[in-house]
């Protein structure tokens, strides 16, 4: 029985992205065939729907790294048909078919079952950019940083890792500094829980090696300039975690604030990170993340508008999370 997908082909210029219709033949090796019915919109998504940067390593490919569905065969022992699971991660949209489409087959072991009290619209209103942040939390944590120390520093705060780590930060008792490039979504960020906005114009131009000292934690999305000013910024023994590199994957700085403040860059990987830390942070999101809030960062669309809020998204055109529903 044939599916609709997208698809992602080899062209001589490049790639093009385009809706198709599929065969389960199509689909790729694996132990868990699963209907989808929730993905959304990453900005990995929208970099090999655009192809401005090359994500997609096998060619044709479904985009799409993270997706919700209902189990409809299973040969792996952890999931039975009627179970929902959530992908995130392990190249799913890059080598491995992804979640624009009806249907996924893959390792059961790339799974995690849904955590209670979420559905699958809320996982996907989460995604890969939520679950990164909570991990990026995860590790503040696990480095001792506290709120009692000084406040928390998010860039890219009005993107998707930025908006839940906003809201997250926030739950954890962190005063809350979000640094956006869109001044006009100031109101957007205060409903989330920050208490203070910076603008992309805060993190412009040369960096000395230390400026003076204003946050104790971070969580950045944007690297490169914005990184290096944020390290040079961060207090004594503060840590800032790094998940993202919207800006750029240079890092202009210098061994200042690691020497002389005892500052900690945190990498956060969250493509093939281990079960059992997946598992915790979808857990905390299901317990720590406000409902209200995770519903005011997020966009409904529909699945034939897909391929346009791919665009959007690497145009900086979206804010939040987006949500769709795959019919």
């Excluded at 868990?32 to 490919?61: C, E, Q, W």
């Excluded at 392990?90 to 079952?113: C, I, N, S, T």
């Excluded at 034939?304 to 055109?317: Q, Y």
Aim: glycine share 12%; hydrophobic share 45%.
């Amino acid at each position: 029985m044939g599916f609709r997908a997208i698809r992602i082909d080899k062209t001589e210029t490049g790639s093009v992205a385009s809706f198709a219709e599929l065969e389960d033949s199509d689909l790729m090796d694996g132990d868990v065939t699963l209907r989808v019915t929730h993905t959304t919109v990453n900005y990995k998504d929208g970099l090999a729907i655009t192809g401005k940067s090359p994500v997609v390593r096998r060619f044709p490919m479904v985009p799409g790294v993270d997706f919700a569905g209902i189990v409809e065969s299973s040969s792996h022992p952890d999931f039975k048909p009627g179970d929902v699971a959530v992908l995130n991660g392990w190249g799913v949209g890059e080598m491995h078919f992804g979640g624009y489409a009806q249907k996924a087959r893959l390792k059961g072991d790339w799974l995690v079952p849904l955590p209670e009290g979420l559905d699958a619209a809320q996982a996907m209103a989460i995604g890969t950019a939520g679950y990164t942040a909570m991990l990026a939390l995860m590790a503040l944590d696990r480095h001792g940083i506290t709120p009692a120390m000084g406040p928390a520093i998010v860039t890219g705060a009005a993107g998707g890792v930025g908006s839940v780590a906003v809201a997250i930060l926030k739950n954890a008792g962190y005063h809350v500094i979000a640094s956006t490039g869109r001044p006009e979504e100031a109101d957007y960020l205060h409903a989330l829980g920050a208490d203070e906005i910076m603008t992309r114009a805060d993190f412009e131009g040369p960096v000395k090696p230390l400026m003076k000292e204003r946050w104790a934690a971070g969580i950045d999305s944007v690297g490169s300039l914005t990184l290096a000013h944020v390290l040079a910024q961060t207090k004594m023994r503060g840590a800032i975690a790094a998940c993202g590199l919207a800006q750029g994957m240079d890092l202009p700085t210098s061994v200042a604030p690691f020497i002389l403040r005892g500052v900690c860059l945190l990498g956060i990987e969250s493509v093939q990170c281990p079960k059992p830390l997946r598992i915790e942070a979808w857990n905390r999101l299901s317990r720590e993340l406000d409902r209200g809030k995770l519903a005011a960062i997020t966009t409904q669309l529909p699945f034939d508008k897909l391929l346009d809020a791919g665009r959007d998204i690497v145009a900086g055109k979206i804010r939040g999370r987006v949500v769709v529903e795959i019919p």
